[in-house]
């Protein structure tokens, strides 16, 4: 059975400061990996994903992930955190065509 | 493309009612996922549409709650009897065949009184 384990619940840090969000997961085969970000009250949207290839995945708003079969682990950082990235991020992973298994989330908030 | 849209946004149903939510996915995606949130956790799998088939469920989806995609585009997601317990955020997404990027609606979120 697969399952997403992110040991942090909450983190804080301070605005311009570097940021890691960890991710372990348990999953048979080579996994499909994400990383969510969800507002208050809003869906979830994709910051990043790894199929295969280069471990180290790019996305959107200057966030990246590096892929680590050995630690089956796939963190998310961002060098400098904004204020506006204050929300709930949620790590992944899913079979091919079908569910994706989600962690129970990371908040983080932003201190000016 | 406007996205995957869920109506209504918001709920608030008194105990043993039914209710029924709609999910409109992105028109050329043939893939159908619903899934429930509730506070504090991720979302969890309910089931899965492959043009109008439905072919996952997960055990979380008692025999309260149905799901229907009947022409392969739009579906609904209905819970008859609801209960204090079914109080939750209910996502929809949407992908498309040979890619596995799920795109997510706003969600639909109910409160059982």
């Known amino acids: 059975a697969q399952s997403v384990t992110q040991p942090d619940i909450h983190i804080t840090v301070s605005e311009g400061a570097s940021l890691e969000l960890r991710c372990n997961y348990s999953?048979?085969?080579?996994?499909?990996l994400f990383w969510y970000v969800q507002s208050p009250g809003q869906g979830l949207q994709l910051l990043l994903k790894?199929?295969?290839?280069?471990?180290l995945v790019q996305g959107i708003k200057g966030f990246e992930a590096e892929f680590k079969r050995s630690q089956s682990s796939f963190n998310l950082r961002k060098p400098s955190v904004h204020w506006s990235d204050a929300a709930e991020y949620f790590c992944a992973v899913g079979p091919n065509a079908g569910k994706s298994t989600f962690g129970d989330g990371t908040t983080l908030t932003v201190k000016p | 493309d406007t996205g995957v849209s869920q109506n209504p946004r918001h709920k608030i149903t008194k105990r043993g009612q039914n209710v029924t939510f709609r999910c409109d996915p992105i028109?050329?995606?043939?893939?159908l996922y619903w899934y429930r949130q509730t506070l504090g956790q991720g979302p969890e799998f309910l089931t899965y549409f492959q043009n109008e088939a439905q072919l996952e469920k997960s055990r979380l989806l008692s025999d309260r709650f149905s799901a229907e995609r009947p022409k392969g585009s739009f579906s609904t997601l209905e819970i008859q009897r609801t209960e204090q317990g079914d109080s939750a955020m209910y996502l929809c997404a949407s992908s498309s065949t040979g890619n596995n990027e799920q795109f997510f609606g706003p969600g639909t979120r109910l409160t059982v009184l």
């Open positions: 028109s050329e995606h043939n893939r």
């Open positions: 790894y199929f295969s290839g280069d471990t």
């Open positions: 999953y048979g085969a080579t996994p499909y």
